[in-house]
């Protein structure tokens, strides 16, 4: 078999076409690579300021659950301070 010179041109426009494709392909991977990291990282920052906010959230609970436990305890005081005068003052007027 005879391959022309009209058949060599064809084939290396075809070869030339190819390699050009190639090498868009290979742009376009070490894009989407970059990419994908660069959402890796934003994912990592993401669940750390997630974690950090959960962190406050646990610690904010806590010192409500402290400051209710201490105001439900003064309140018991005065309430017990209410009483004892109230006592007093029962026994004085009798």
Do not use: C, W
Not at 14 to 24: A, F, P, S, T, V
Not at 57 to 78: P, S
């Amino acid at each position: 078999m005879r391959v022309t010179a009209d058949e060599v041109r064809e084939l290396n426009d075809q070869l030339g076409d190819k390699e050009h494709r190639m090498h868009d392909l290979n742009s376009l991977v070490k894009r989407l690579e970059s990419e994908k990291q660069e959402l890796q990282s934003a994912i990592e920052e993401a669940d750390s300021a997630l974690e950090q906010g959960d962190t406050k959230l646990q610690q904010a609970l806590a010192d409500q659950t402290e400051q209710r436990a201490e105001t439900e305890r003064r309140l018991a005081e005065k309430e017990s301070e209410f009483e004892t005068t109230r006592y007093s003052i029962d026994s004085v007027l009798q």
